[in-house]
């Protein structure tokens, strides 16, 4: 790619242009496939896939794919069901890979992101990121990360996180400082306090200790306690078991008001999610439950989300509700329904938003045209939030949103 000093202000034709170039000039060589993706903590690495499978298995669920280029670069990722793209509905994706194909191009300074859509429509993603743009250093490491806007303005994630700077120390860590647009230290994810945080990864390549510290470099615990998070990982790649630690080494309580998490598994699927305190017994999560139980389809979708106690007893967690069920269409591609339920595994209403069932239509294209949300019976009623009881999404011939229109529990169109 030639290498431009123009400022850029906005996405302009030549550019649109030049990125399509390049896209078709990096060739793909070779490609991996994952059943899976893990938790990490950083988007210091931009991608990373859990459990390989064979071309053929991917075929049958949904999947991970990875593109290479010659130099052995990743320049696509895309979330599939089969060889068909699979939109994101709340599920399968994490916090760094946020859309069903990412395409990544890479020039003298780095590397640019972009997102598309099942159609390949470019999106924006986690907010209004239209692009991510990383700057390497000599040795090709990622010292940067800006989120720009469909307009090329800098723009925040959901976390209010505009860059990422990147510090690689004598000892292998990597210290992170996550930025505003004012400029200020922004805490890790929300609630999770951590600052200024120093990365060590481990021999298979994944993060495996977070810890919050000062100007220095010197631990300093967060106003929960914890000023170390240590993270393991199974042979598959697969995210294990996370424990908090204070600055003395001692056991603590993190964000979630745990000292930890372990996670077990059903053939590639996540199945429980285990909270402990520091004595290794059973502790409450924030949501209320001390294990999170999940159950998955054949495809690999989660079909439901269950609160439980120590002796795996359904309860109603902080929030009023038990879980949630998810019903899919025959392919598996489609979410049909997402449905809060009680302790005996029946639909109730959501004590705060006061509905039970979000009901989301297709087109032929696979697009949402419309979300309707109806009570615990089944009939209609109003997000009390918004006053919404049916979004209704328009879009041009090429599946590009063109209009979104929000209607009341009595049919009337209304602002939000």
């Not at 938003?353 to 109806?374: D, S």
Request: aromatic fraction near 12%; charge should be neutral.
């Amino acid at each position: 790619m030639t290498r431009t000093t123009k400022k850029i202000t906005g996405l302009t034709l030549l550019t649109l242009l030049s990125l399509q170039i390049n896209i078709l000039a990096q060739e793909i060589s070779r490609s991996e496939y994952f059943a899976i993706m893990p938790f990490w903590e950083s988007p210091i690495v931009p991608f990373r896939g859990a459990y390989q499978i064979t071309e053929a298995q991917a075929k049958q669920r949904i999947n991970l794919k990875l593109d290479y280029d010659n130099q052995n670069r990743i320049v696509q990722a895309s979330v599939r069901l089969g060889d068909n793209l699979k939109s994101f509905e709340g599920f399968f994706g994490n916090l760094y890979i946020n859309a069903p194909q990412t395409k990544v191009i890479y020039n003298e300074q780095g590397s640019r992101h972009h997102f598309y859509d099942i159609l390949g429509n470019q999106i924006a993603v986690q907010n209004k990121i239209y692009e991510k743009r990383y700057q390497t250093d000599k040795y090709g490491r990622n010292v940067r990360l800006t989120y720009f806007d469909k307009d090329g303005n800098q723009t925040e994630d959901q976390f209010g996180n505009r860059s990422f700077d990147w510090h690689y120390n004598a000892d292998g860590s990597v210290t992170e400082l996550r930025l505003d647009k004012d400029g200020a230290v922004v805490p890790l994810r929300g609630d999770f306090e951590f600052l200024r945080t120093r990365i060590t990864f481990g021999s298979d390549g994944h993060v495996n200790q977070l810890q919050n510290i000062d100007d220095s470099g010197q631990l300093v615990n967060a106003q929960c306690g914890a000023a170390t998070l240590k993270y393991f990982y199974d042979n598959f790649g697969r995210f294990l078991r996370w424990e908090v630690y204070d600055k003395e080494g001692q056991v603590a309580r993190g964000p979630s008001s745990t000292a930890g998490e372990y996670n077990t598994f059903e053939g590639y699927e996540l199945q429980d999610i285990v909270f402990f305190d520091e004595h290794n017994n059973p502790a409450t999560h924030w949501s209320g439950a001390e294990k999170w139980r999940f159950t998955t389809d054949k495809f690999g979708n989660k079909t439901s989300l269950k609160y439980l106690d120590a002796s795996n007893k359904p309860i109603n967690g902080i929030r009023g509700y038990a879980g949630t069920t998810y019903a899919w269409d025959a392919s598996g591609r489609f979410l049909k329904t997402q449905t809060y339920i009680n302790t005996a595994g029946q639909p109730m209403n959501h004590p705060e938003l006061g509905y039970a069932i979000v009901e989301y239509i297709h087109n032929a294209k696979g697009l949402v045209t419309e979300i309707k949300y109806k009570d615990e019976k089944g009939e209609p009623v109003a997000n009390r939030k918004n006053k919404v009881s049916i979004t209704r999404y328009s879009y041009s011939d090429k599946g590009v949103l063109t209009n979104t229109t929000y209607l009341d529990d009595k049919g009337n169109t209304i602002s939000i």
